[in-house]
Antibody
Framework: EVQLVETGGGLIQPGGSLRLSCAAS????????MSWVRQAPGKGLEWVSVIYSGGSTYYADSVKGRFTISRDNSKNTLYLQMNSLRAEDTAVYYCARASAANTLDVWGKGTTVTVSS | QSALTQPASVSGSPGQSITISCTGT?????????VSWYQQHPGKAPKLMIYEGSKRPSGVSNRFSGSKSGNTASLTISGLQAEDEADYYCCSYAGIWVFGGGTKLTVL
């Protein structure tokens, strides 16, 4: 079964760092485009970052320079390193797989990040 | 990249049909046939309902259909059922992924 499971969320103070993980099963992370999408409380979906199968990475302007997406092929796991966290980064963070048609077709259940003092 | 424009809410009675619009620009919705639609129930992850504008993933009811005209994509749900009540998001790929603001569907 194709599945994504996110972990690593929690309560963190402004300015702090957190690393999210997304463990994949049923498919190979390194062979796919993998993205992070977030949803602030009561708000809509916001694309955050992508890592392409070739290793290229891209970020939304709102997180550029603060967040880093990466993957560990041996663990079949996607990561999101989040530094210099702000209150506006508070959200549920989902990892998602992009299909060949660049559709985000498989989503995890999400992990909650709360940035507050 | 600006968010795609969706109505904040739509409603319909059981058995009726509703349509949710998603307006972008010639740089995203209008340029590519890569619009997808997601259903999200409260506290749950988004679920893919339509991809490439009008294709349904396996397991999604044929009551859900998608179309596009110019810079506007649309999701139509026919034969409304109580379980269709949810938030719906459109998404366009144009080098990066851009989402609409979401539409809350209420089944009366």
């Amino acid at each position: 079964e194709v599945q994504l499971v996110e972990t690593g969320g929690g309560l963190i103070q402004p300015g702090g760092s957190l690393r999210l993980s997304c463990a994949a099963s049923g498919f190979t992370v390194s062979s796919n485009y993998m993205s992070w999408v977030r949803q602030a409380p009561g708000k809509g979906l916001e694309w955050v970052s992508v890592i392409y199968s070739g290793g290229s990475t891209y970020y939304a302007d709102s997180v550029k320079g603060r967040f880093t997406i990466s993957r560990d092929n041996s663990k079949n796991t996607l990561y999101l390193q989040m530094n210099s966290l702000r209150a506006e980064d508070t959200a549920v963070y989902y990892c998602a797989r992009a299909s060949a048609a660049n559709t985000l077709d498989v989503w995890g259940k999400g992990t909650t990040v709360t940035v507050s003092s | 990249q600006s968010a795609l424009t969706q109505p904040a809410s739509v409603s319909g009675s059981p058995g009726q049909s509703i349509t949710i619009s998603c307006t972008g620009t010639s740089s995203d919705v209008g340029s590519y046939n890569l619009v997808s639609w997601y259903q999200q129930h409260p506290g749950k992850a988004p679920k893919l309902m339509i991809y490439e504008g009008s294709k349904r993933p396996s397991g999604v009811s044929n009551r859900f259909s998608g179309s596009k005209s110019g810079n506007t994509a649309s999701l139509t749900i026919s034969g409304l059922q109580a379980e269709d009540e949810a938030d719906y998001y459109c998404c366009s790929y144009a080098g990066i992924w851009v989402f609409g603001g979401g539409t809350k569907l209420t089944v009366l």
